[in-house]
C-alpha cells in the first residue's frame, strides 16, 4: 500500500476499544500513521458492534456516507472489522449496498490484518475473511494504547453463556483464557510505562481461568495483579451474577487496589423471563448475591444492565423488575428497549410474542424515573465526604471544569484552575453537590501522584 495514514472509528465496548489499539499497533509496525480525521486518511477501519440494532444502525449509517470519500479518492481502503463482521447477513448486505468497502475481517483474525492488507492491493473485489471458529489467543501483538494512566487489558475473550436475546457468543466465539503470567507481564510493562488505572476485560471476566489447565478464576488473577507495583486502581468488566463467587467478593473486599464499583447485570426481575432468556439464575439467587456483597463490601457501588420489553414480557414481569430496583437501589442502571439480534433464539420468539413499542416506551420511562431518583439519593449520601479522583480531561459542557472519576466509578465535576495542571492525576476532591449522573467538588489537597510520564498532548473531552 503505497499510502501511510491510518483512522479507525470504533463502535461498541472496552473490548472493541482494546481490539482498535492492537490494530492501530499493528498499522504503526507497518509504517502507517494515525490521523484524527477520516478525511486524511488513506485507510479506515470501522470497528463495529453488533450488541444493539442502534450501533449496528450507526456503523452501517457511517459506512454509507463513506462512499463519497470513497469516489473522491478512489486509492482509499476502507475496511469493516468487529462484531457485525461475523453476524448472519451481513456480507451479503455489504456486498448489495456498500460496495465502497475493501476488506471485512472478524474478531477472531486481527493479528492476520497486515496480509490481509496486501490481498486487498492484489484484489479487484472486496476481501471477505470472517472466520467462523473462534481460534487460539495470539500474545504479543503490537499495540497503540492511549496516553495517559488508565490501560485496558484482555483477560478471555468469547462467551459460552448463551443468552437467548445475545449475539456475542456467535460473534466472538468459546471462552478462551490467556494465562497468568502472560497477563501479569502485560501489566507490569504497563505500570513501568506510567499506567496505573488497569481495566481487565472479557465479555464474562468471571469466566475466566475455568479452561486453562490448572484451572484458575478471576480472584486468583486479581490477587497477583494486586502484586505489581505502580498499579492504583485494577477494575474488571463484564461481570455475570451466575459466576461471580464468594471468592471474588471476599478477594475485592480484602484488596488495597481492586475498586469498589460492582457492576452485576440483572437483566430481569421476572423469574419467568430470567429463565427464557436462559440467564441461568434466579431473582432470588440474584437478590442473595447482591445481600452478600453488601456484607462484605458496605460501600460497594452497584450498578446494572437491565432489558425493557423482552419478549413474552408481562405487566407483572416488568413491576418484577421494578420491585427489584426498589430493593437493590443501584446507584446507577444502564436501561435499554429489547432489540432483536438475527440468528439469536430470541429473535424468533420476537415475531410471536412481542411487547408492542408503545408499551416498551412507556416502561422505560417508568423505569428511568424510578432509576433517576434512587441515584440522585445515592450521589446525595457522599456530599460532605471527600475521595480520590482520577482526573480525565475536560467536561464536554465547561471548559473550565475538570472531570474525572472516583474509585467507584463516580463522575466529578471540579471547577479548573488555568495554573494548575491536574489531568491524569489523582487528587482528594471533597464532595459539595450532587445530581443525577454525576457529583461537584473542590480540590483540598495536592495530587497524590506524580504527573504522568505519558501525558496525553490533546486533552479528552470527557
Known amino acids: 500500500m503505497n499510502s501511510q495514514t491510518f483512522y479507525i472509528k470504533t463502535y461498541g465496548c472496552q473490548m472493541n476499544e482494546r481490539d482498535s489499539e492492537i490494530m492501530a499497533g499493528q498499522l504503526r509496525q507497518m509504517g502507517y500513521q494515525p490521523v484524527n480525521d477520516e478525511k486524511s486518511a488513506e485507510l479506515i477501519i470501522v470497528n463495529t458492534c453488533a450488541v444493539r440494532g442502534s450501533a449496528e444502525e450507526h456503523a452501517l449509517g457511517y459506512i454509507g456516507q463513506l462512499k463519497q470519500l470513497k469516489d473522491q479518492n478512489p486509492s482509499m481502503r476502507l475496511a469493516v472489522a468487529g462484531c457485525m463482521s461475523q453476524e448472519p447477513g451481513t456480507i451479503a448486505w455489504l456486498k448489495k449496498h456498500a460496495a465502497h468497502v475493501d476488506l471485512v475481517f472478524g474478531t477472531h483474525n486481527l493479528h492476520e490484518l497486515p496480509k490481509l492488507l496486501d490481498e486487498v492491493e492484489q484484489s479487484d473485489e472486496m476481501v471477505i475473511d470472517v472466520w467462523k471458529s473462534a481460534g487460539e489467543v495470539v500474545e504479543h501483538l503490537p499495540s497503540q494504547r ?35 503470567p502472560a497477563i501479569v507481564n502485560e501489566v507490569k510493562a504497563l505500570a513501568q510505562e506510567g499506567y496505573q488505572d488497569i481495566t481487565v476485560l472479557g465479555q464474562n471476566v468471571n469466566s475466566y481461568g475455568h479452561d486453562l489447565t490448572p484451572a484458575v478464576d478471576l480472584a486468583d488473577l486479581l ?47 421476572s423469574n419467568p423471563i430470567l429463565k427464557r432468556m436462559n440467564r441461568k439464575y434466579t431473582r432470588e439467587q440474584y437478590l442473595d448475591l447482591i445481600e452478600r456483597v453488601k456484607r462484605a463490601i458496605p460501600d460497594a457501588v452497584l450498578t446494572t444492565d437491565i432489558i425493557v420489553g423482552f419478549p413474552g414480557e408481562t405487566e407483572e414481569d416488568f413491576e418484577a423488575t421494578m420491585d427489584l430496583v426498589r430493593q437493590v ?51 446525595q449520601q457522599l456530599i460532605g465526604r471527600t475521595e480520590l479522583v482520577l ?23 471540579i471547577d479548573r484552575d488555568p495554573a494548575v495542571d491536574l489531568i491524569d492525576r489523582f487528587v482528594p476532591v471533597r464532595i459539595t453537590q450532587a445530581k443525577t449522573f454525576y457529583l461537584t467538588g473542590e480540590v483540598v489537597g495536592a495530587p497524590v501522584s506524580d504527573p504522568s510520564p505519558r501525558r496525553r498532548v490533546e486533552l479528552p473531552l470527557v
Open 146 to 180: 492511549a496516553d495517559g494512566v488508565q490501560a485496558f487489558v484482555n483477560i478471555i475473550y468469547g462467551c459460552d453463556k448463551f443468552c437467548t436475546y445475545c449475539i456475542v457468543p456467535f460473534t466472538r466465539g468459546k471462552e478462551r483464557s490467556r494465562e497468568i
Open 223 to 269: 490477587v497477583e495483579l494486586e502484586k505489581i507495583d505502580g498499579v492504583r486502581w485494577l477494575r474488571y468488566t463484564t461481570s455475570h451474577p451466575r459466576d461471580f463467587s464468594q471468592k471474588l467478593i471476599d478477594t475485592i473486599a480484602q484488596s488495597q487496589k481492586i475498586t469498589h464499583h460492582v457492576h452485576l447485570p440483572v437483566q430481569s426481575g
Open 329 to 379: 437501589r443501584y446507584d446507577a442502571a444502564f436501561t435499554f428497549l429489547y432489540s432483536a439480534r438475527e440468528g439469536t433464539p430470541a429473535a424468533r420468539w420476537e415475531g410471536r410474542d412481542p411487547v408492542p413499542n408503545p408499551v416498551k416506551k412507556e416502561r422505560l420511562n417508568r423505569l428511568m424515573s424510578l432509576q433517576y431518583q434512587i441515584s440522585l439519593e445515592a450521589n
Open 391 to 413: 482526573i480525565e480531561g475536560l467536561s464536554k459542557k465547561n471548559p473550565n471544569v475538570w472531570a474525572g472519576r472516583t474509585h467507584t466509578n463516580k463522575v466529578v465535576l
